[in-house]
């Protein structure tokens, strides 16, 4: 009887830890994980009790004390809470599928990246809408920019910005993609989106997936001009004047949204 007494209490201990460790983990991660905070409670009271289960089976001996069932109650959490985050993420679109949803709140088309397709010369200001569009993305929900596609989702292709680059390739373009909103939105942006050049319709198009931020990410357009906050709104990206990126900023990212980078 004690101990199947002291067993259950050791059981509803690691209930309770998986529980608050669950909540926790879900804090820590924030918009990083798809899960809910139930499902990762969930996940913790199963991580804490497989974590009991391995205590048990490595040492051949049990109930343990709950101060020894701690730390493998806290791994085991850990792990189902980021195994169901990898299993619960959604698979990305192909360049097919996302020109058939068309221009939405993770999704943005640009013609090109720095010609004027109007005046036929290099333009900073369609290259500052590059800038825009993907800080705009990273401080929403994340998304998908493709480059080479007018806004009804018709593919043009990158030939109007390769034929200003002195070798026209697309390691030179991504390149200077890379380098420009390195300068633009900063370098720590800039390394976590992923750059491909995949061919739709014949002709080879630019696409941008771009991450969530964790933090806000501000567009820095020189001449003088202070950072600039901006977001999508629909499937329109917009700039939010000073008041309302700092409510944005503290209702999107929490206390990191006010603090200094």
């Not at 009790?49 to 850990?78: D, I, Q, R, W, Y």
């Not at 109007?118 to 333009?123: K, L, M, P, S, W």
């Not at 001449?223 to 999508?232: A, E, I, S, Y």
Request: neutral net charge; hydrophobic residues 45%; aromatic residues 4%.
């Amino acid at each position: 009887m004690p101990t199947e007494l002291t067993l259950t209490w050791v059981l509803l201990f690691d209930v309770l830890i998986g529980m608050a460790i669950g909540f926790a983990v879900r804090r820590i991660l924030g918009r990083r994980t798809h899960l809910g905070l139930a499902a990762s409670m969930l996940s913790g009271i199963v991580g804490a009790l497989l974590g009991e289960a391995a205590l048990l089976a490595a040492t051949g001996s049990g109930p343990h004390s709950p101060v020894t069932a701690l730390v493998p109650a806290v791994l085991g959490t850990t792990a189902v809470i980021l195994v169901a985050t990898q299993l619960s993420r959604p698979p990305e679109r192909t360049p097919e599928q996302l020109l058939a949803g068309g221009e939405a709140a993770d999704v943005e088309f640009k013609s090109t990246a720095r010609r004027n397709l109007v005046t036929g010369e290099r333009d900073p200001k369609i290259e500052l809408v590059i800038a825009k569009t993907v800080a705009a993305l990273a401080n929403g929900s994340g998304g998908s920019l493709l480059i080479g596609v007018a806004d009804d989702g018709s593919v043009l292709g990158l030939d109007a910005d390769l034929d200003l680059m002195k070798q026209p390739d697309v390691d030179r373009y991504e390149l200077w993609l890379r380098d420009y909103l390195s300068t633009s939105v900063g370098a720590a942006a800039t390394t976590s989106l992923a750059v491909s050049f995949p061919i739709v319709s014949g002709r080879q198009i630019c696409l941008v997936r771009v991450p969530q931020a964790t933090r806000p990410v501000f567009v820095t357009p020189g001449k003088g001009d202070g950072p600039q906050l901006w977001v999508r709104i629909g499937n329109s990206t917009r700039q939010l004047p000073l008041d309302q990126a700092l409510a944005y900023a503290s209702d999107h990212f929490g206390r990191r949204g006010l603090r200094a980078r």
